[in-house]
């Protein structure tokens, strides 16, 4: 069964440091998204990208977050510098012709 | 923007039913889809329904959809220990490819 693979699984880092993640979709699959989670809440998109271009970044920092899908296969979401208030899981989801999102497995980002 | 809303937690004996309510406002969503998502893991597709259904069944488990009350929910019959996660409503507002997902409901199923 096809997966969206994301990695690492875990990151500690520093605060003010820089941190990056990594998420390869379902083959094919046209759309892109990055959601973030934090503990006890439900997921937040960050960013969408219909192939390489972004679509919908509104919620995203962009003074300390970036993104990038440049040949529109894989991802990479990048924070510079990290803050405490950034330790969160942050999942990876693909959407192709189906219906609904195939999640990968996320990274779980700790701040210290 | 959309606002979804979802109890919070959900306790249930093994071999009951169990029914996770979800309320939305956005009355343009054209699918309701139910996650479930078990600890440090990803978010797992269970089901969705079409906005003009009122009920799609799957095996054990059977979506109501009331849409004049934007009220949407998930059964799951025969309730079992691995069917313990949470569990999140996410209807996509203005009929397009974003979903927005609800606070998540903790289902814990008891021996």
């Known amino acids: 069964e096809a997966e969206v693979a994301q990695s690492p699984r875990y990151k500690i880092t520093e605060k003010s440091q820089a941190v990056a993640f990594w998420c390869d979709p379902i083959?094919?699959?046209?759309?892109l998204y990055w959601y973030r989670q934090i503990l006890g809440q439900g997921p937040e998109l960050l960013v969408q990208?219909?192939?390489?271009?972004?679509?919908?970044d509104s919620q995203l920092p962009k003074d300390r977050f970036s993104a990038e899908r440049l040949k529109g296969v894989d991802s990479t979401l990048k924070i510079q510098p990290a803050e405490l208030g950034d330790s969160a899981m942050y999942l990876c989801?693909?959407?192709?012709?189906?219906?609904?999102?195939?999640f990968g497995s996320g990274t779980r980002l700790t701040v210290v | 923007g959309e606002d979804v809303e979802q109890s919070l937690f959900l306790s249930v004996r093994e071999g009951d039913s169990s029914v996770i309510n979800c309320t939305y406002t956005?009355?343009?969503?054209?699918?309701l889809y139910w996650y479930k998502q078990e600890p440090g893991a990803g978010l797992q597709l269970l089901t969705y329904?079409?906005?003009?259904?009122d009920m799609k069944q799957d095996q054990r488990l059977t979506v109501l959809l009331n849409k004049k009350d934007k009220h949407l929910s998930l059964r799951i019959a025969d309730t079992q220990t691995g069917d313990s996660a949470i569990y999140f409503c996410?209807?996509?507002?203005?009929?397009?490819?974003?979903?927005?997902f609800g606070t998540g409901t903790q289902l814990k199923v008891e021996l």
């Open positions: 989801a693909s959407s192709g012709d189906n219906y609904g999102y195939t």
């Open positions: 083959s094919g699959h046209a759309t």
């Open positions: 990208f219909q192939d390489e271009s972004v679509v919908d």
């Open positions: 956005d009355s343009s969503s054209t699918y």
């Open positions: 329904i079409f906005s003009n259904m």
């Open positions: 996410a209807p996509n507002p203005g009929g397009g490819n974003k979903l927005t």
